[in-house]
């Protein structure tokens, strides 16, 4: 199967050993994929092609029985049932191994009680073991909570605690909801592996591919606002390169509904602990202590880099969802304030001492001589530059328009510029 999809295979390869290194070394596994990566074809194929799960379990591979159980799309209530279609699987993929050589239909077409399914698994992997193999369980889980998703792990459990080395379970899930919630065995979780977003160059080898496929040209100024914006989100940088291939500017790529709406979706994909260390990173600019080792994970996957910088998108999400489009300066006036977020973070000391100017007067012009006056101070006569002025409000704008729609700074010809509300 050949599939023309953007990233490289060497990538694919690096996720698949580090997938599949502590199920070598004889340890569940639960693995998530990352806020980023969602159902992206490309990072399935670890699992439908050989060449990728070769690369993950090395020499290990053809001592391994790989049985894939899709939860996602079955029914897991009853959970016999459930347990039933995991038990035809297993004996299909044993039977592929000529490790039993005969198939029973008519077992398949008894119900019987929960506890026994269980048993007849345990009893299937047991004899693989005994002819010198491993099992490997891949739980399709996907995006959206089971029902019974305590009963249904906690079932799962009695079937890999009693051989720990030999069977392992792969829990494929877009959501650390069982993890939050307290939901996952101690057997199911003895490894938990964040499958890292692509860094910059394989972002690079993304866009050039789309780039390339859909005629396209951009300049280094659209790069470096797609990444700003996007981060390494390869779900994110596909819609921004389809919004500009539409014909839409850089400048606005951020307030596309669109984006706007995948962006809020996979905000809802992060843990509570992942938000709220991405929330206040936001808001002050400093990680609390207590946080550090989720921020340093979130770095580890290239969410962030060393100086927390969060994609303008996410940013957007946050904003929004916290209903902080307002301006607002503190009584001393020392800091300004979009709602609940710090701007004194986001700006330059005078970028912030000429919006907080602009705020005070807002709907009226400030007069170009007040804003040389604070950029200049008492070296205005001197150093006046109408073009630095207009450069230095230009650079504000941009900077005010990645974080709001509800305020514009206006140009007024020969006269200065209002802030707009």
Same mark, same amino acid.
């Given at each position: 199967?050949?599939?023309?999809?953007?990233?490289?295979?060497?990538?694919?390869?690096?996720?698949?050993?580090?997938?599949?290194?502590?199920?070598?070394?004889?340890?569940?596994?639960?693995?998530?994929?990352?806020?980023?990566?969602?159902r992206s074809v490309r990072l399935q194929q670890i699992f439908l092609e050989e060449k990728f799960l070769k690369s993950g379990f090395a020499e290990s591979f053809n001592k391994f029985v790989i049985v894939r159980v899709d939860a996602s799309d079955f029914a897991v209530d009853p959970l016999d049932h459930f347990f039933q279609y995991v038990r035809r699987s297993l004996i299909t993929a044993l039977h592929q191994k000529k490790i039993i050589t005969k198939i029973d239909p008519q077992k398949f077409e008894r119900s019987e009680p929960l506890i026994f399914t269980i048993a007849a698994i345990n009893r299937l992997c047991l004899l693989a073991i005994q002819k010198g193999y491993q099992v490997l369980f891949v739980i399709e889980v996907g995006n959206h909570p089971l029902e019974k998703d305590r009963e249904f792990y906690s079932a799962w459990a009695k079937v890999v605690e009693q051989n720990l080395d030999k069977i392992h379970t792969h829990i494929d899930s877009e959501t650390r909801t069982p993890l939050d919630k307290g939901v996952l065995p101690a057997v199911l979780i003895q490894s938990i592996i964040d499958v890292p977003l692509p860094d910059r160059e394989e972002c690079d080898h993304y866009i050039n591919y789309y780039l390339s496929l859909w005629k396209m040209k951009l300049t280094i100024s659209d790069f470096e606002k797609i990444y700003e914006i996007c981060g390494h989100d390869t779900w994110f940088i596909k819609e921004s390169l389809r919004i500009l291939h539409q014909g839409s500017t850089s400048s606005e790529v951020l307030y596309n509904p669109n984006l706007l709406l995948k962006a809020r979706l996979q905000w809802e994909l992060y843990s509570q602990k992942e938000k709220e260390v991405i929330a206040v990173t936001l808001k002050t600019g400093k990680v609390p202590r207590n946080l550090e080792g989720i921020a340093l994970d979130l770095e580890s996957v290239n969410f962030w880099d060393s100086k927390r910088r969060i994609p303008r998108i996410i940013e957007q999400v946050i904003i929004q969802e916290e209903a902080v489009g307002e301006l607002s300066v503190e009584?001393?006036?020392?800091?300004?304030?979009?709602?609940? %977020?710090?701007?004194?973070?986001?700006?330059?000391?005078?970028?912030? +001492?000429?919006?907080?100017?602009? !705020?005070?007067?807002?709907?009226?012009? %400030?007069?170009?001589?007040?804003?040389?006056?604070?950029?200049?101070? +008492?070296?205005?006569?001197?150093? !006046?530059?109408?073009?630095?002025?207009?450069?230095t409000i230009s650079r504000l704008r941009q900077k005010l328009d990645l974080y709001t729609n509800l305020y514009r700074i206006i140009t007024k010809k020969k006269s200065g510029f209002m802030l707009e509300a």
């Open positions: 199967m050949i599939i023309n999809t953007a990233f490289s295979d060497k990538f694919i390869m690096d996720v698949s050993k580090l997938i599949f290194e502590p199920t070598v070394r004889g340890e569940s596994v639960f693995c998530r994929f990352f806020p980023g990566h969602g009584p001393k006036g020392q800091r300004l304030y979009l709602g609940s %977020v710090d701007l004194s973070q986001k700006l330059t000391p005078l970028e912030h +001492k000429i919006l907080t100017r602009l !705020y005070e007067q807002k709907n009226r012009v %400030v007069k170009r001589e007040e804003v040389a006056k604070i950029i200049w101070g +008492k070296d205005e006569d001197d150093r !006046y530059s109408d073009w630095a002025i207009d450069k």
